[in-house]
Every structure is written in C-alpha cells, then in structure tokens.
C-alpha cells in the first residue's frame, strides 16, 4: 500500500509541474524534458509514469475533472439543502471557479478535441458530469419543495450554457469593472433560471 500511496503522490506532482510549465511556456512549448529540468529529475522517471507527453495530457485533463467535482461536496449526501445550490451558483460565477484552470490551457485542450477522440471524449466527461451534478442538486431541492423547477437538467444545462459562454466572452474583457458587472449579470440569470434569490438575501422560491 505504500508502495502504491507514494507512486500516486509522484504522478500527482508531476501532473501539477506539467500544468506549471504549460501555463507559462505554452502547451505546443512544453516537454518532458522541460518538466524533468524543473523537477531536478530524470525525464525517464516522467517517462516511466506516463510514456509520452500525450499521455500525460490526458492524466491532467482527468485532474481538471476532478478539481471541477469538488463543487458538488456536501455534508450531507442526497440532501442539498437551498444554501448548497445557491454557495454552487456563486461559485460558478466567480474568479475563484474561473482561475481553477488556465483559459490558455483550457481553450487549448479544447481546441485538441477536434482533432482527438480521446480528449473530445475526456472533455464531454467533464461537462457532462458538471451538468448532472447540478441537476442532481436541483432535482434533491425540488422533493424538499426548496425549488420548483420543472426540468433539473434542462436548468442545468442552461446554467453551464451561461458560464462557458460567459467566461470565453469576458476572457477578451479587460475592464475590471465591465468585467464584474457583465459576470453579475450572467450570474442572475442562473438564479432567475431557478427561481431563488441569491445567496445573501435567502428567501423562498418566487416561482
């Protein structure tokens, strides 16, 4: 088991050292041996865990996954409560959701999809598991009555229509200010979409 934890934890630190280089030099500028320089390690050891640069392309995209899941933790399993959907409304429209990937590497990635079957396929996990996480939330408020909304995953998939879009477009915004009242704008819509107030004023649904 040791064996095994030390492995996974040698594989995790990679992954991030990757996805630091390819940050700053660039996806098509990174290699394995621009990642093994910056960890002072043998490129063969890079090599041993993921064989070439494609296949650690896509143990990063997995983590992205992973990193985006962690919106849907809960104290309580099958219980959302109304404050859990609106904490995962302003998550999702906000800096900290948007900074969890790169945009460059993200629309990169994206771009490789067209091109790949297996990251277009890696790429609908993630957006089909962001969905349904949502509409799992939204169908767990609607049999407490904190909500009614008629179709959970057609909610949820309007909401997730509004962040890609939003992001790609504010990607190209640099006013701060256009920025933050554009995003509060696309923000509302999410909670209109659901019918609840936002988080800081707390009410019952108006639908």
């Not at 990174?30 to 090599?47: F, G, H, Q, W």
């Not at 900074?99 to 957006?127: C, P, Q, S, V």
Request: some cysteine; hydrophobic content about 40%.
């Amino acid at each position: 088991m040791g064996r095994k934890s030390l492995k996974e934890t040698r594989r995790l630190e990679i992954i991030k050292v990757f996805y630091q280089v390819a940050k700053k030099e660039g996806y098509e500028n990174t290699s394995i041996a621009k990642i093994a320089k910056v960890m002072d390690i043998n490129p063969s050891l890079i090599i041993h865990y993921f064989d070439t640069k494609e296949g650690l392309t896509y143990e990063l995209i997995d983590h992205i996954l992973d990193r985006y899941l962690l919106i849907y933790t809960i104290k309580h399993k099958g219980q959302a409560s109304l404050g859990d959907l609106q904490k995962t409304i302003e998550m999702l429209f906000s800096k900290k959701w948007n900074l969890l990937f790169d945009d460059g590497l993200f629309y990169t990635f994206y771009a490789l999809a067209f091109r790949e079957k297996k990251i277009k396929l890696k790429y609908k996990l993630i957006l089909d598991s962001l969905r349904n996480g949502l509409a799992k939330m939204i169908e767990e408020c609607n049999q407490q009555s904190l909500t009614n909304v008629d179709d959970p995953q057609v909610a949820a998939d309007f909401i997730f229509v509004l962040v890609d879009g939003a992001y790609f477009y504010l990607s190209m915004e640099s006013d701060k200010k256009a920025y933050s009242e554009r995003l509060a704008y696309y923000k509302q819509k999410a909670y209109d979409t659901l019918c609840i107030s936002p988080v800081k004023v707390v009410s019952a649904p108006v639908c």
